[in-house]
DNA sequence: ATATTTGTTGAGCGAACGCTCATTAACTGC
DNA sequence: GCAGTTAATGAGCGTTCGCTCAACAAATAT
Protein backbone atom coordinates (compact mmCIF):
# COMPACT_ATOMS: atom_id res chain seq x y z
CA UNK A 1 0.00 0.00 0.00
CA UNK A 2 0.52 3.50 -0.45
CA UNK A 3 3.11 5.75 -2.50
CA UNK A 4 6.93 4.61 -2.80
CA UNK A 5 9.31 7.51 -2.26
CA UNK A 6 10.68 9.01 -5.56
CA UNK A 7 13.85 9.99 -3.75
CA UNK A 8 16.78 7.67 -2.84
CA UNK A 9 17.19 8.30 1.11
CA UNK A 10 20.99 7.55 0.66
CA UNK A 11 21.96 9.33 -2.00
CA UNK A 12 19.77 11.98 -0.57
CA UNK A 13 22.15 12.34 2.29
CA UNK A 14 25.41 11.83 0.48
CA UNK A 15 24.42 15.04 -1.41
CA UNK A 16 23.17 16.74 1.43
CA UNK A 17 26.67 15.71 3.16
CA UNK A 18 28.75 17.26 0.44
CA UNK A 19 26.97 20.60 0.49
CA UNK A 20 27.10 21.14 4.26
CA UNK A 21 30.38 19.92 4.11
CA UNK A 22 31.73 22.68 1.15
CA UNK A 23 29.55 26.10 2.36
CA UNK A 24 28.84 25.25 5.74
CA UNK A 25 25.90 24.99 7.84
CA UNK A 26 25.00 28.60 8.42
CA UNK A 27 25.93 29.34 4.17
CA UNK A 28 23.89 26.79 3.08
CA UNK A 29 20.13 27.73 2.16
CA UNK A 30 17.16 26.03 1.47
CA UNK A 31 17.65 26.90 -2.11
CA UNK A 32 21.00 25.10 -2.03
CA UNK A 33 19.49 21.63 -0.59
CA UNK A 34 16.55 21.39 -2.88
CA UNK A 35 18.57 21.79 -5.71
CA UNK A 36 21.27 19.28 -4.44
CA UNK A 37 18.96 17.06 -3.30
CA UNK A 38 16.22 17.68 -6.50
CA UNK A 39 13.66 17.80 -3.78
CA UNK A 40 11.19 20.18 -3.24
CA UNK A 41 10.87 22.23 0.48
CA UNK A 42 8.02 19.64 1.68
CA UNK A 43 9.27 16.60 0.65
CA UNK A 44 12.67 17.40 2.74
CA UNK A 45 11.08 17.99 5.74
CA UNK A 46 8.80 15.52 5.33
CA UNK A 47 12.20 13.20 5.22
CA UNK A 48 14.22 14.94 7.47
CA UNK A 49 12.58 17.07 9.48
CA UNK A 50 14.49 20.09 9.91
CA UNK A 51 17.82 21.64 8.19
CA UNK A 52 19.40 21.19 11.37
CA UNK A 53 18.56 17.37 11.72
CA UNK A 54 19.34 16.78 7.84
CA UNK A 55 22.62 18.65 9.14
CA UNK A 56 23.04 16.48 11.72
CA UNK A 57 22.06 13.62 9.96
CA UNK A 58 24.69 14.36 7.24
CA UNK A 59 27.21 15.05 9.79
CA UNK A 60 26.82 11.68 11.53
CA UNK A 61 27.78 10.01 7.58
CA UNK A 62 30.91 12.14 8.15
CA UNK A 63 31.85 10.77 11.18
CA UNK A 64 30.97 6.65 10.41
CA UNK A 65 32.59 7.04 7.19
CA UNK A 66 35.49 8.56 8.19
CA UNK A 67 35.98 6.09 11.15
CA UNK A 68 35.23 3.43 9.27
CA UNK A 69 37.81 3.83 6.32
CA UNK A 70 40.54 4.86 8.86
CA UNK A 71 39.85 1.29 10.88
CA UNK A 72 40.05 -0.36 7.28
CA UNK A 73 42.80 1.39 6.39
CA UNK A 74 44.11 0.62 9.56
CA UNK A 75 42.80 -3.11 9.45
CA UNK A 76 45.25 -4.20 6.25
CA UNK A 77 48.51 -2.59 7.38
CA UNK A 78 50.62 -5.28 9.42
CA UNK A 79 52.28 -2.45 10.49
CA UNK A 80 50.31 0.03 13.26
CA UNK A 81 52.39 2.74 12.87
CA UNK A 82 53.09 2.48 9.60
CA UNK A 83 49.42 2.45 8.91
CA UNK A 84 49.24 5.41 11.29
CA UNK A 85 51.98 7.39 9.27
CA UNK A 86 50.66 5.93 5.49
CA UNK A 87 47.22 7.74 6.61
CA UNK A 88 49.11 11.30 6.68
CA UNK A 89 50.59 10.47 3.32
CA UNK A 90 47.23 9.66 1.92
CA UNK A 91 45.98 13.41 2.68
CA UNK A 92 48.89 14.49 0.20
CA UNK A 93 47.34 12.45 -2.36
CA UNK A 94 44.38 14.17 -2.50
CA UNK A 95 45.35 16.46 -4.39
CA UNK A 96 43.64 16.40 -7.20
CA UNK A 97 40.26 15.43 -6.08
CA UNK A 98 38.65 18.30 -5.37
CA UNK A 99 35.24 17.05 -3.35
CA UNK A 100 37.97 16.20 -0.86
CA UNK A 101 39.82 19.61 -0.80
CA UNK A 102 38.31 20.68 2.44
CA UNK A 103 38.62 21.42 5.82
CA UNK A 104 37.20 18.42 8.20
CA UNK A 105 33.54 18.31 8.64
CA UNK A 106 34.05 17.79 12.02
CA UNK A 107 36.25 20.75 12.55
CA UNK A 108 34.16 22.91 10.02
CA UNK A 109 31.07 22.38 12.45
CA UNK A 110 32.87 23.08 15.35
CA UNK A 111 33.72 26.40 14.53
CA UNK A 112 30.39 27.36 12.13
CA UNK A 113 28.22 26.59 14.95
CA UNK A 114 29.67 26.63 18.68
CA UNK A 115 28.46 30.00 19.31
CA UNK A 116 25.21 29.93 17.48
CA UNK A 117 23.71 26.35 17.74
CA UNK A 118 24.95 24.56 20.76
CA UNK A 119 23.45 21.53 20.20
CA UNK A 120 25.08 20.64 16.50
CA UNK A 121 28.20 21.68 18.34
CA UNK A 122 27.53 19.63 21.74
CA UNK A 123 27.46 16.35 19.70
CA UNK A 124 30.68 17.71 17.23
CA UNK A 125 32.58 17.63 20.08
CA UNK A 126 31.66 13.71 20.96
CA UNK A 127 32.32 12.94 17.35
CA UNK A 128 35.82 15.09 17.81
CA UNK A 129 36.73 13.09 20.96
CA UNK A 130 35.63 9.62 19.17
CA UNK A 131 37.92 9.56 16.54
CA UNK A 132 40.78 10.58 18.57
CA UNK A 133 39.66 7.38 20.38
CA UNK A 134 40.13 5.14 16.71
CA UNK A 135 43.22 7.46 16.59
CA UNK A 136 44.17 6.01 20.54
CA UNK A 137 43.47 2.59 19.61
CA UNK A 138 45.97 2.47 16.34
CA UNK A 139 48.51 3.73 18.64
CA UNK A 140 47.73 1.42 21.51
CA UNK A 141 48.09 -1.60 19.03
CA UNK A 142 51.22 -0.66 17.88
CA UNK A 143 52.26 -0.60 21.24
CA UNK A 144 50.74 -3.96 22.34
CA UNK A 145 52.70 -5.00 18.91
CA UNK A 146 56.09 -3.65 20.56
CA UNK A 147 56.18 -1.07 18.25
CA UNK A 148 56.03 1.76 20.96
CA UNK A 149 57.86 1.88 24.58
CA UNK A 150 55.48 0.87 26.84
CA UNK A 151 55.10 3.97 28.79
CA UNK A 152 54.00 5.95 25.69
CA UNK A 153 50.89 8.21 26.65
CA UNK A 154 48.97 7.05 23.33
CA UNK A 155 45.86 9.81 24.17
CA UNK A 156 48.28 12.28 24.49
CA UNK A 157 50.10 10.80 20.68
CA UNK A 158 46.76 10.81 19.71
CA UNK A 159 45.44 14.62 20.30
CA UNK A 160 48.94 15.20 18.29
CA UNK A 161 47.64 13.22 15.72
CA UNK A 162 44.46 14.81 15.19
CA UNK A 163 46.37 17.96 14.93
CA UNK A 164 48.23 16.50 11.89
CA UNK A 165 45.10 15.54 10.59
CA UNK A 166 44.34 18.85 10.09
CA UNK A 167 46.48 20.69 9.42
CA UNK A 168 46.77 18.71 6.15
CA UNK A 169 43.06 19.17 5.71
CA UNK A 170 43.34 22.91 6.46
CA UNK A 171 46.51 22.74 3.92
CA UNK A 172 44.08 21.06 1.20
CA UNK A 173 41.97 23.41 1.75
CA UNK A 174 43.96 26.49 1.85
CA UNK A 175 44.73 25.00 -1.71
CA UNK A 176 48.86 24.14 -1.05
CA UNK A 177 50.25 22.49 -4.12
CA UNK A 178 51.46 19.10 -4.40
CA UNK A 179 54.68 19.23 -3.74
CA UNK A 180 53.91 21.43 -0.31
CA UNK A 181 51.76 18.87 0.47
CA UNK A 182 54.17 16.15 -0.04
CA UNK A 183 56.57 17.35 1.90
CA UNK A 184 54.06 18.50 4.63
CA UNK A 185 53.32 15.57 4.92
CA UNK A 186 55.71 13.23 4.74
CA UNK A 187 57.55 15.52 8.14
CA UNK A 188 54.44 14.75 10.12
CA UNK A 189 54.51 11.04 8.84
CA UNK A 190 57.93 10.72 9.63
CA UNK A 191 57.53 11.63 13.13
CA UNK A 192 55.31 9.41 13.45
CA UNK A 193 57.78 6.42 12.40
CA UNK A 194 60.19 8.20 14.33
CA UNK A 195 58.69 6.67 17.58
CA UNK A 196 59.45 3.42 16.35
CA UNK A 197 61.70 0.82 18.88
CA UNK A 198 64.69 0.44 17.07
CA UNK A 199 66.14 -2.20 17.73
CA UNK A 200 69.30 -1.83 19.25
CA UNK B 1 33.58 72.46 10.95
CA UNK B 2 30.81 69.82 10.89
CA UNK B 3 29.47 68.01 13.38
CA UNK B 4 32.05 64.93 14.91
CA UNK B 5 31.08 61.38 15.44
CA UNK B 6 29.28 60.42 18.11
CA UNK B 7 31.12 56.92 18.36
CA UNK B 8 35.18 55.84 18.35
CA UNK B 9 36.09 54.36 15.52
CA UNK B 10 38.82 52.34 16.97
CA UNK B 11 36.76 51.13 19.68
CA UNK B 12 33.91 50.33 16.89
CA UNK B 13 36.28 48.29 14.76
CA UNK B 14 37.64 46.86 17.37
CA UNK B 15 33.91 45.63 18.98
CA UNK B 16 33.31 44.43 15.54
CA UNK B 17 36.35 42.24 15.37
CA UNK B 18 35.52 40.85 19.10
CA UNK B 19 31.88 39.83 17.55
CA UNK B 20 32.58 38.67 13.89
CA UNK B 21 35.29 36.76 15.66
CA UNK B 22 32.90 35.01 17.41
CA UNK B 23 30.42 33.87 15.26
CA UNK B 24 31.88 34.72 11.67
CA UNK B 25 30.50 36.21 8.76
CA UNK B 26 27.58 34.54 8.19
CA UNK B 27 26.00 34.54 11.37
CA UNK B 28 26.52 37.66 12.33
CA UNK B 29 23.84 40.13 11.91
CA UNK B 30 23.26 43.51 11.36
CA UNK B 31 21.30 43.12 14.75
CA UNK B 32 24.74 41.53 16.33
CA UNK B 33 26.79 44.45 14.88
CA UNK B 34 24.11 47.37 15.91
CA UNK B 35 24.34 46.10 19.36
CA UNK B 36 27.72 45.61 19.77
CA UNK B 37 29.02 48.80 17.63
CA UNK B 38 26.58 50.40 19.84
CA UNK B 39 25.10 52.05 16.24
CA UNK B 40 22.14 52.39 14.05
CA UNK B 41 22.18 50.61 10.74
CA UNK B 42 22.69 54.33 8.83
CA UNK B 43 25.83 54.95 10.94
CA UNK B 44 27.03 51.74 10.10
CA UNK B 45 26.65 52.29 6.49
CA UNK B 46 27.97 55.56 6.74
CA UNK B 47 31.15 54.60 8.37
CA UNK B 48 32.05 51.56 7.31
CA UNK B 49 29.93 51.02 3.79
CA UNK B 50 28.55 47.46 4.09
CA UNK B 51 29.01 44.33 6.03
CA UNK B 52 31.53 42.77 3.85
CA UNK B 53 34.01 45.86 4.04
CA UNK B 54 33.39 45.88 7.62
CA UNK B 55 34.61 42.84 7.93
CA UNK B 56 37.71 43.02 6.00
CA UNK B 57 38.33 46.17 8.28
CA UNK B 58 38.49 43.74 10.93
CA UNK B 59 39.91 41.49 9.77
CA UNK B 60 42.81 43.73 8.77
CA UNK B 61 43.20 44.83 12.25
CA UNK B 62 43.36 40.99 13.37
CA UNK B 63 46.53 40.33 11.49
CA UNK B 64 47.85 43.30 12.19
CA UNK B 65 47.53 42.77 15.35
CA UNK B 66 48.48 39.08 15.37
CA UNK B 67 51.85 40.42 13.68
CA UNK B 68 53.24 43.19 15.48
CA UNK B 69 52.08 40.89 18.50
CA UNK B 70 54.33 37.99 17.47
CA UNK B 71 57.02 40.72 16.39
CA UNK B 72 57.33 42.46 19.02
CA UNK B 73 57.74 39.14 21.20
CA UNK B 74 60.84 37.92 19.11
CA UNK B 75 61.71 41.28 19.62
CA UNK B 76 62.62 40.94 23.45
CA UNK B 77 63.73 37.53 23.45
CA UNK B 78 67.45 36.67 22.72
CA UNK B 79 67.18 33.31 21.43
CA UNK B 80 65.04 33.10 18.65
CA UNK B 81 64.15 29.30 18.61
CA UNK B 82 63.05 29.50 22.03
CA UNK B 83 61.09 32.58 21.80
CA UNK B 84 59.55 30.62 18.72
CA UNK B 85 58.83 27.58 21.38
CA UNK B 86 57.63 30.42 23.41
CA UNK B 87 54.59 31.06 21.48
CA UNK B 88 53.29 28.51 21.20
CA UNK B 89 53.50 27.73 24.87
CA UNK B 90 51.78 30.82 25.59
CA UNK B 91 48.98 29.71 24.27
CA UNK B 92 48.52 27.15 27.06
CA UNK B 93 48.50 30.34 29.33
CA UNK B 94 45.02 31.62 27.75
CA UNK B 95 43.46 29.32 29.02
CA UNK B 96 41.16 31.33 31.50
CA UNK B 97 40.83 34.09 28.94
CA UNK B 98 37.11 33.27 27.37
CA UNK B 99 37.73 36.00 24.55
CA UNK B 100 41.09 34.99 23.21
CA UNK B 101 39.64 31.15 23.58
CA UNK B 102 38.87 31.02 19.83
CA UNK B 103 40.33 29.37 16.76
CA UNK B 104 42.86 31.78 14.74
CA UNK B 105 40.21 34.53 12.79
CA UNK B 106 42.29 33.83 9.56
CA UNK B 107 41.75 30.73 9.67
CA UNK B 108 38.27 30.87 10.56
CA UNK B 109 38.00 33.58 7.91
CA UNK B 110 39.12 30.98 5.03
CA UNK B 111 36.23 28.11 6.24
CA UNK B 112 33.47 30.54 6.30
CA UNK B 113 33.88 32.02 3.08
CA UNK B 114 36.25 30.15 0.69
CA UNK B 115 32.49 28.64 -1.21
CA UNK B 116 30.43 31.93 -0.64
CA UNK B 117 32.71 35.51 -1.02
CA UNK B 118 36.04 35.32 -2.58
CA UNK B 119 36.97 38.53 -2.30
CA UNK B 120 37.36 37.88 1.41
CA UNK B 121 39.43 33.71 1.09
CA UNK B 122 41.41 35.81 -1.03
CA UNK B 123 42.52 38.28 0.89
CA UNK B 124 42.73 36.18 4.01
CA UNK B 125 44.94 33.66 1.76
CA UNK B 126 47.20 36.73 1.55
CA UNK B 127 47.51 37.06 5.13
CA UNK B 128 47.92 33.54 6.41
CA UNK B 129 50.89 34.04 3.75
CA UNK B 130 52.04 37.21 5.43
CA UNK B 131 52.09 35.57 8.87
CA UNK B 132 53.75 32.50 7.57
CA UNK B 133 56.68 34.71 6.17
CA UNK B 134 56.97 36.40 9.89
CA UNK B 135 57.29 33.08 11.13
CA UNK B 136 59.58 32.07 8.83
CA UNK B 137 61.50 34.88 9.10
CA UNK B 138 61.70 33.73 13.12
CA UNK B 139 63.05 30.44 12.02
CA UNK B 140 66.06 32.43 9.34
CA UNK B 141 66.87 34.34 12.67
CA UNK B 142 67.29 31.38 14.63
CA UNK B 143 69.66 30.31 11.50
CA UNK B 144 71.63 33.70 11.16
CA UNK B 145 72.54 32.86 14.81
CA UNK B 146 73.76 29.73 14.56
CA UNK B 147 70.73 28.02 16.48
CA UNK B 148 69.80 26.19 13.34
CA UNK B 149 71.72 23.75 10.52
CA UNK B 150 72.61 26.24 7.57
CA UNK B 151 71.00 23.89 5.63
CA UNK B 152 67.67 24.32 7.36
CA UNK B 153 64.10 25.00 5.46
CA UNK B 154 62.97 27.79 6.82
CA UNK B 155 60.12 27.88 4.88
CA UNK B 156 58.92 24.55 5.53
CA UNK B 157 59.54 24.51 9.05
CA UNK B 158 56.93 27.81 9.23
CA UNK B 159 54.52 26.03 7.40
CA UNK B 160 54.54 23.01 10.28
CA UNK B 161 54.43 25.70 12.87
CA UNK B 162 51.44 27.09 11.40
CA UNK B 163 49.89 24.18 11.82
CA UNK B 164 51.17 23.84 15.50
CA UNK B 165 49.62 27.55 15.99
CA UNK B 166 46.36 26.62 14.47
CA UNK B 167 46.18 22.76 16.06
CA UNK B 168 46.79 25.01 19.53
CA UNK B 169 43.82 27.35 19.24
CA UNK B 170 41.79 24.76 17.78
CA UNK B 171 42.01 22.48 21.13
CA UNK B 172 41.76 26.12 22.82
CA UNK B 173 38.31 26.90 20.88
CA UNK B 174 37.34 23.16 21.70
CA UNK B 175 37.55 23.78 25.43
CA UNK B 176 40.51 21.46 26.29
CA UNK B 177 41.42 21.66 29.62
CA UNK B 178 44.25 23.45 31.14
CA UNK B 179 46.20 20.21 31.84
CA UNK B 180 46.23 18.92 28.54
CA UNK B 181 46.50 22.48 26.95
CA UNK B 182 49.80 23.22 28.58
CA UNK B 183 51.06 19.04 27.75
CA UNK B 184 50.24 19.54 24.17
CA UNK B 185 52.28 22.72 23.92
CA UNK B 186 55.05 21.54 25.36
CA UNK B 187 54.96 19.05 23.37
CA UNK B 188 55.07 20.93 20.25
CA UNK B 189 57.54 23.83 21.74
CA UNK B 190 59.99 20.91 22.51
CA UNK B 191 59.68 19.76 18.79
CA UNK B 192 60.91 23.60 17.86
CA UNK B 193 63.61 23.31 20.71
CA UNK B 194 64.60 19.96 19.27
CA UNK B 195 65.97 21.35 16.37
CA UNK B 196 68.93 23.59 18.30
CA UNK B 197 72.26 22.72 17.23
CA UNK B 198 73.99 20.98 20.04
CA UNK B 199 77.21 21.91 20.89
CA UNK B 200 79.00 18.63 20.40
C1' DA C 1 21.64 84.87 13.31
C1' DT C 2 22.06 82.26 9.27
C1' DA C 3 24.00 79.17 5.83
C1' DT C 4 26.64 75.25 5.24
C1' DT C 5 28.38 70.91 6.24
C1' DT C 6 28.41 66.58 8.05
C1' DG C 7 26.79 62.84 11.51
C1' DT C 8 22.79 60.39 13.42
C1' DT C 9 18.44 58.37 13.25
C1' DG C 10 15.08 54.53 12.64
C1' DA C 11 11.10 53.27 9.92
C1' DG C 12 10.91 50.52 6.46
C1' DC C 13 12.52 48.73 1.66
C1' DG C 14 12.85 44.43 -1.38
C1' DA C 15 14.79 40.05 -1.10
C1' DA C 16 15.80 35.94 1.02
C1' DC C 17 15.27 33.11 4.89
C1' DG C 18 13.39 28.50 7.05
C1' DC C 19 9.31 26.31 6.90
C1' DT C 20 3.98 24.83 6.33
C1' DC C 21 -0.06 22.84 4.44
C1' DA C 22 -4.04 22.26 1.33
C1' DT C 23 -3.93 19.98 -2.75
C1' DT C 24 -2.64 16.56 -6.06
C1' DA C 25 -0.34 12.08 -7.46
C1' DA C 26 0.82 7.28 -7.11
C1' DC C 27 0.59 3.36 -5.16
C1' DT C 28 -2.16 -1.21 -2.75
C1' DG C 29 -6.21 -3.96 -1.11
C1' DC C 30 -10.47 -5.26 -2.07
C1' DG D 1 -13.33 0.56 -10.09
C1' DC D 2 -13.13 2.58 -5.80
C1' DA D 3 -11.49 3.46 -1.05
C1' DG D 4 -7.55 3.99 1.69
C1' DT D 5 -2.89 5.45 2.48
C1' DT D 6 1.17 7.92 1.98
C1' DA D 7 4.48 10.88 -0.84
C1' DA D 8 5.25 15.07 -3.60
C1' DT D 9 4.14 19.60 -4.69
C1' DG D 10 4.92 24.68 -4.60
C1' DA D 11 2.58 28.97 -3.46
C1' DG D 12 3.14 31.50 0.09
C1' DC D 13 3.44 32.14 5.35
C1' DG D 14 5.82 35.12 8.93
C1' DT D 15 10.34 36.52 9.91
C1' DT D 16 14.71 38.26 9.33
C1' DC D 17 18.17 39.61 6.28
C1' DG D 18 21.41 43.56 4.58
C1' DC D 19 20.68 48.01 3.55
C1' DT D 20 18.63 53.03 2.30
C1' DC D 21 17.12 57.63 2.85
C1' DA D 22 14.36 61.64 4.15
C1' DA D 23 14.31 64.03 8.28
C1' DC D 24 16.74 65.86 11.99
C1' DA D 25 20.87 67.40 15.05
C1' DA D 26 25.21 69.51 16.05
C1' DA D 27 29.07 71.43 14.82
C1' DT D 28 31.72 75.69 12.02
C1' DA D 29 32.09 79.88 8.95
C1' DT D 30 30.63 84.17 7.97
Given at each position: M ?5 Y ?17 F???S?K????A?D????S ?21 RS ?9 D ?10 H ?8 Q ?8 M ?13 E ?9 AD???A?A????HA????E???H ?6 A ?8 A ?10 Q????SL ?11 R????
Amino acid sequence: MSRPTRYDRDAALDAAMLVFWEKGFHATSLKDLETALDMKPGSIYGAFSSKENLYLLALDRYFKRSVARFRAHMADTPSPLTGLAEHLRGFARMTQDNTSRQVCMLTRTLIDTTATNPEIAARTKQYLADVRHAFAEGFEHAKAMGELPSHTDCAVLARRFQGSVSALRFELHLGTDQADMTSLAEELARDIEALRIRAT
